[in-house]
């Protein structure tokens, strides 16, 4: 028996043009002879709808639609359709409006409905504002051509019902755990539909999961994941299946949109190998792959083909404008250029040769006569202070304005171009670099920003070798340099690191080796440029902790970590 | 048997400070020859702490600093403190790591915990992102001083645990009903501690709510509610109480913190009367006060005593003038006009005349040279092309630039002055008019603003009469005012509400009477927005849906609603 898996990449709310990609990937399944048609979670909306799902009218067209969708399905190709379903018993019972649901399409009719069991709430996700959980675990069965062989019970999971393995986690992460639940009703096949997003090594972790949840239960596994970028995730399909040893049959290409089929054996009563990709080997290229569908997708998806962003030479904007060439192509990025009188001469030659390795277009808008507008309109009320942030802020902020203007006139979406490390100590200026409709590397620490410039440089030279090597200086006043008030960046990204992902007290990371003295200057940064953050673009993430929707900080705190 | 009630004003994280207030609130406490102590749910560490709960170090130092508290408390007081708790069960269960809990502190130790129950998780609460529910409600027994009267046994109950009265809704919101297992144990009296955010009209509900329980159970009721500004939210306090007979018999005034006393009669099995604040008359009156409050708690939290803000001779940004003067004092407000060619001269003289009204400082920076540098400077790249958003928001950055170089320069709070109904349909500047650390009146749409200065002008004039009566104009362009893009507001806030409060469809709308073409044009503006909330500064939250922690909406997204 054969079975394809859509590996699609929803526009959030896109009913129509959703559907619509369901119902070609279905008519691909029946050319290759499939009989069942699996897509990803929330396919008909995407995921994650978020509070779109609130309004009836949003819950109720992807019902209609599902309804329409169904009857064009070939009568003799099942499919399983991602959607928002209403819980009827809310009111009575005291739970929660909605389910997140699988609907089986079959005979063009709806015949089945499973409900997401385990409902992730934490980092990004907020499924438990939204959904009431399902209460138990259900398979449906699939006839063979031949009618002298038994059916296939197919067990339904959704995406975190199938991360609750408490051997592999060496913990149990909700009370109920899906697959063994299955296991007990005797099904052959688990099939689980997600919407998991991509995280640096993540593919990794899901094919040692499936594999030893697919060995523990001696039950092969199929995982359709939905690829593409939606505001901050960045979904990187990757799907794949396990045969009932563990092993990986099949394996679809990550970060693009694909259709695969595999077929399940009813005598070995496991999936057969089938087309296996090969895995990303390096880290940079993973990132790289992500941030460039990451890019596209929310340019394509807001409605732009063109991006601008200012270029200073350094190594942030040089990294962002490759990516956004890669992304969007080279004819459709601008780089604009405002040096000041600080800036040093290797800036503008630097940002030059950036932009003939590239390709791209670019301008130069020097600032000099702007900043002394606003000098000698401010001269009166600052003329008995020194020259400091507000100066250097200043600076920062006319080069936003710049490319705001130009972005505003023109219709292209500006990207801002810094970086994790940046963000998370607030070296960074509100209003100024920060501005943006996306923000493509601030999930990227600035040690990894050297690494991936290290790697796009592998066959030939794309980030100018000058920008790699030479010191990072924001430029906003006479040889300044940015460890004149950061640590080195290896040792303040280590730091943050321990700070972010591992939720480390200072004694903790202390006791790693570091300065105590640093440490607290990091710590105090971090908490002092939350209102920074509050106000950034999305960010594209790359980490299991991004400044983003899933980073949930109180601004006016003090609390003193210790 | 006297019960003393105070209502906080906690700052998050600041565990120190916190702990010092339910000391000092203990001593008053025993002088009024109270018996128990009522603090508000997490008045140890403020609520809402976020993602602060995730470091066990803050967890571990909360516990820490409650032994300490305990050990100092005077013997015969018990007090019940808000603290984070861990679960110690959650591995082996597979549970959220902490619970959201009432600690018992008697005879200077800790005597019992209680877990809220009810995890509120919708608009701007995350509740299960962090915390286990309690399985179980629970009481506790305090003795009277004559030992012939038997002892009363007092039901713990945290915030959302009696917002569960299927009665009174009408529905059941949760499977659970604590108060209703509290009666089935024979408690005397329930007492709720709560952080329950400030919306309109919200002490109505809480207190029709707890009126209806009282009355039903026939059970005596304390709420105690934490008092401030925390980001966002606006707690208001409003403690009060209710006899078994569903009569008010305490009221704490709100917007501020305070320390109340009630005693309960064991003859009568409820609480005698008490002191009773009167209610706020007017809607106008509610709002100002949660404002002002949320205002000041921001600025101080975050460690300003100064706000800037800028001056247009417009309504939104005299009120947040007079919000502000009256919050932080009219010697630390400081207004900038910034007059271009195309303000009007009545904009010049209505905002000197609203300075003089209050008494704050001003300051005039004229923006026409500035201006002429950027239009020099873009010429080149614009000069094809026809004045348009680009010019006019270019207008609005500059602005932003000049106040955040002044707040920058002698570290004053930037107020922002947007109204509700321009964040809806994006009618404001991204990185010009939108800057601020604080939107002031973010949550307030326009009608709302009118009411507001007509309501302050009620004894004598604050904001000037003309500010009041003339056109609203963004003055970005020659005769422009709001109404050549915008429906009249009146419409406008009507349409707004039915979309954003009531959810309602484009259908629902017009069948109340609205034009289908206004409708969809300002829900196709509201869409559109969406990139411009994502980096707004945290807005005070008056309405029960503020754009901001508890909306959380798409941006590259393409739903129609109809």
């Known amino acids: 028996m054969k079975i394809a898996i859509a590996q699609l990449n929803p526009i959030i709310g896109d009913i129509d043009k959703n559907a619509d990609h369901i119902y070609k990937a279905a008519q691909i399944a029946v050319e290759r002879k499939a009989q069942l048609l699996l897509?990803?979670?929330l396919s008909l909306c995407g995921y994650p709808p978020k509070d779109l799902v609130l309004n009836n009218s949003f819950v109720d067209s992807l019902w209609t639609k599902l309804e329409q969708l169904a009857k064009k399905i070939p009568e003799k190709l099942s499919v399983l359709v991602g959607i928002v379903t209403k819980n009827t018993h809310a009111y009575i019972e005291g739970e929660k409006p909605l389910f997140n649901s699988i609907v089986l399409i079959e005979n063009q009719g709806i015949k089945q409905i499973f409900h997401k069991r385990l409902l992730p709430t934490y980092d990004v996700f907020d499924e438990d504002r939204y959904f009431e959980p399902g209460k138990e675990s259900n398979f449906f069965q699939l006839s063979f051509h031949d009618p002298n062989t038994k059916p296939i019970k197919i067990g339904v999971t959704v995406c975190e019902d199938l991360w609750n393995d408490e051997e592999f986690w060496g913990?149990?992460?909700y009370e109920n755990n899906p697959i063994k639940d299955l296991v007990k009703c005797g099904v052959n096949l688990v099939v689980n539909l997600s919407a998991s997003p991509y995280s640096i090594g993540k593919q990794k972790v899901r094919e040692s999961m499936l594999k030893h949840s697919a060995e523990r239960y001696k039950i092969p596994i199929i995982y359709t994941n939905q690829v593409g970028g939606n505001d901050d995730l960045i979904f990187d399909g990757n799907s794949f299946s396990v045969s009932r040893k563990g092993e990986i049959s099949l394996r679809v290409k990550g970060f693009q949109t694909a259709i695969e089929t595999i077929d399940y054996d009813p005598n070995d009563q496991d999936l057969k190998t089938s087309y296996i990709a090969n895995s990303i080997e390096t880290e940079e290229e993973e990132i790289w792959s992500a941030l460039v569908l990451g890019l596209k997708d929310y340019a394509h998806k807001c409605g732009f083909s063109k991006a601008i962003l200012g270029l200073s030479g350094g190594i942030d904007s040089s990294l962002v404008a490759a990516i956004s060439a890669e992304a969007l192509g080279k004819e459709n990025v601008l780089g604009i250029?405002?040096?000041?009188p600080y800036s040093s001469s290797h800036s503008i030659s630097d940002a030059e040769a950036l932009v003939n390795n590239l390709g791209i277009n670019s301008y130069t808008l020097p600032i000099k006569d702007v900043m002394t507008a606003y000098d000698s309109l401010l001269e009166p009320l600052f003329k008995e202070t020194e020259f400091g942030v507000a100066e250097e802020n200043l600076q920062s902020r006319i080069r936003g304005n710049l490319l705001m203007a130009v972005a505003n006139k023109f219709g292209h979406l500006l990207l801002s171009t810094g970086n994790k490390s940046e963000m998370a100590v607030g070296y960074c200026t509100l209003y100024g670099d920060m501005n943006g409709g996306l923000a493509v590397i601030s999930d990227v620490p600035k040690t990894?920003?050297?690494s991936l410039c290290?790697?796009?440089?592998?066959?030939?030279?794309?980030?100018?070798?000058?920008?790699?090597?030479?010191?990072?200086?924001?430029?906003?006043?006479?040889?300044?340099v940015d460890q004149d008030s950061l640590p080195s960046y290896d040792i303040l990204d280590a730091i943050l690191d321990r700070?972010?992902?591992?939720?480390?007290?200072?004694?903790?990371?202390?006791?790693?080796?570091?300065?105590?003295?640093?440490?607290?200057?990091?710590?105090?940064?971090?908490?002092?440029?939350?209102?920074?953050?509050?106000?950034?673009?999305?960010?594209?993430k790359v980490s299991d902790r991004a400044f983003g929707t899933g980073w949930r900080m109180p601004i006016a705190s003090r609390w003193k970590l210790d």
């Open 454 to 480: 290290k790697w796009l440089n592998r066959y030939q030279e794309v980030i100018p070798h000058n920008v790699i090597i030479k010191p990072p200086s924001a430029e906003l006043k006479p040889e300044q």
């Open 337 to 340: 250029l405002m040096p000041s």
């Open 448 to 450: 990894r920003v050297f």
């Open 499 to 540: 700070l972010i992902h591992r939720h480390q007290s200072i004694k903790e990371i202390e006791a790693a080796g570091f300065d105590r003295d640093i440490i607290c200057k990091v710590v105090k940064l971090v908490t002092r440029a939350e209102f920074k953050r509050k106000q950034a673009p999305p960010g594209l």
């Open 39 to 41: 897509t990803p979670e």
């Open 171 to 173: 913990k149990r992460n």
